[in-house]
């Protein structure tokens, strides 16, 4: 068999496989929580639920109206995103003359009381939800059998983090955001209405999350606590990355999936530990991280 | 005479604690350049900054264009016509230098000055349309944060320090396009530490001292009043 530094190759790849799955995850998720705190400076911790909420929110539409995969897809994410509006206007709002410490202890808050909630109405086991029938069955790829439907979650979440980088660089709306990121006071004295920028900016974030959330349900099962743990690595990714970086955050998002994926081959004990021991150290050599600015 | 397209009226503003202006008169007519003269901290940053309302808490009465602005947000301030060009100029540096100019929208219907005008008063900013705003020179990026609020139609300009930092050559190509605009009919308000920048151009002169208007002069007064600018200008 061949071997790679001794590791089987087929091994090798497999985890490098699903390593791009979660990275896929990884970078959806970090680049909403990326643009929220380059414009807002809020650190959202409230984005693990958000992602939860949008695959109970595509269950729910299954169950309760019938509405199938591909209406979650758009739906939950409008669905969600307009509770982050909301969310916005009514708390958030309140904080950004504060300390940013409150808005991360506003949505820590926020968090527990959605799990809280959701776990109440519909307990803590998971939820099966069923692979959309287009997307069932498997790739044979040699070394190891990929779902198809894995396959799609990478290039949905690919596509869309693209999709996403080119509106934020390549656009007029996406200048406007660069500049409120940077100065928003100047900004807004240029005529640009940023207060309800950042509502949107944030519903936007939100939905992306929500989004990850739907394309995770068939894989992960939907439950209360799916979004906990995530939401700490994803929080390691954006620090890697570079706060408020967005390309930064895509690409750390998918190269930590990679670097995961490999701990698994190589010493599987560390592998949920590798994201935040890399945290340390690029904290250590270069604090704004990767791609961040100084 | 016609109603003041400014007018301010003991126009109080803090930072937080600190209170910055206190009762600050003063009004601009259509067509005029008003300088605002005085030392570092005397509070002629600051009365731009409050027109804006980019200060904190505000009182008094602000009047743009006839309407009473002292409660309105900066960003409809600025759709009243108000172009403002801040003292450290503002240019966005995750922006480029298109981006920047094309950044702010239209305030007026009619529209402003179009960009191929802009190019033929600025021609360096043509060639340097894809940079990286800040990777621009001091001179080019003043022009550049005065090009970005001619495009949008404004017709009150609020020109902080412009002549700041920059070689002569550049201050006089800034002093050409002063007189161009006012012969075009914008009305401007410039704060200014270079006096003799500013004293060829203004039509009037408002001293600042301590967060007040504490002197108002003509152009054909200025000669007379050497003594008194001196004490209040010098350091």
């Given at each position: ?138 790739y044979k790829l040699g070394f ?151 | ?172 190509t800034l002093g050409r396009v ?11 308000v410039l704060v200014e530490q ?42």
């Amino acid at each position: 068999m061949t071997t790679i530094f001794g590791y089987p190759l087929p091994v090798v790849l497999g985890q490098l496989v699903l390593g791009f799955v979660n990275g896929s995850f990884y970078a959806l998720l970090s680049l909403g929580l990326a643009v929220i705190f380059g414009l807002l400076r809020v650190v959202n911790f409230a984005h693990g639920a958000f992602y939860m909420l949008g695959g109970f929110v595509a269950h729910l539409l299954l169950i309760w109206f019938g509405v199938n995969y591909w209406g979650a897809l758009i739906l939950a994410p409008l669905i969600v995103g307009a509770l982050g509006v909301g969310v916005e206007r009514a708390l958030l709002r309140h904080l950004y003359t504060l300390d940013p410490l409150y808005g991360l202890l506003l949505t820590f808050g926020l968090a527990m009381m959605f799990e809280g909630f959701m776990q109440q109405q519909f307990g803590s086991s998971g939820i099966t939800y069923p692979v959309p029938a287009a997307l069932t069955g498997f790739y044979k790829l040699g070394f190891m059998v990929l779902p198809i439907y894995r396959a799609w979650v990478i290039v949905a979440s690919l596509t869309v983090c693209f999709l996403v980088w080119i509106l934020i660089e390549k656009t007029k709306l996406g200048a406007t955001l660069r500049a409120a990121t940077e100065n928003a006071s100047l900004t807004q004295a240029f005529g640009i209405n940023v207060p309800v920028m950042v509502t949107l900016t944030y519903g936007a974030g939100v939905a992306l999350a929500a989004l990850a959330g739907v394309l995770a349900a068939p894989i992960t099962q939907v439950s209360p606590h799916m979004g906990t743990s995530l939401v700490v690595v994803v929080f390691a990714v954006v620090v890697i990355g570079g706060m408020g970086s967005i390309f930064g955050s895509i690409i750390s998002g998918l190269m930590l999936g990679f670097v995961e994926g490999l701990t698994k081959v190589v010493y599987p004990e560390a592998s949920t530990t590798v994201i935040f021991v890399i945290m340390a150290i690029v904290l250590l050599i270069r604090p704004t991280g990767l791609f961040g600015r100084d | 005479m016609n109603a003041p397209l400014l007018e301010l009226k003991n126009l109080n503003a803090w930072y937080g604690e600190s209170h910055v202006l206190h009762g600050v008169n003063l009004e601009v007519h259509k067509g005029e350049v008003v300088t605002l003269l005085g030392r570092n901290g005397a509070g002629r940053t600051s009365t731009l900054r409050a027109i804006m309302g980019l200060t904190g808490k505000r009182s008094g009465s602000v009047s743009l264009f006839g309407q009473e602005a002292i409660s309105m947000a900066p960003h409809h301030i600025a759709r009243l016509g108000v172009g403002f060009c801040p003292e450290e100029r503002g240019i966005f540096a995750t922006l480029t230098t298109g981006e920047n100019l094309m950044l702010p929208p239209r305030v007026a219907k009619n529209g402003g000055m179009s960009v191929a005008h802009i190019f033929d008063m600025f021609p360096n900013l043509k060639e340097r349309l894809n940079s990286p705003g800040t990777k621009l020179s001091g001179g080019e990026q003043q022009m550049l944060a005065v090009a970005r609020i001619l495009r949008t139609g404004a017709q009150l300009l609020l020109l902080d320090e412009i002549s700041e930092g920059l070689a002569p050559v550049i201050v006089q190509t800034l002093g050409r396009v002063i007189r161009d605009l006012k012969s075009r009919g914008f009305t401007i308000v410039l704060v200014e530490q270079n006096f003799r920048f500013s004293a060829g151009l203004a039509d009037r002169f408002y001293v600042m001292d301590g967060g007040k208007v504490v002197h108002h002069l003509r152009q054909d007064e200025l000669a007379a009043n050497a003594t008194m600018l001196q004490e209040f200008l010098g350091v």
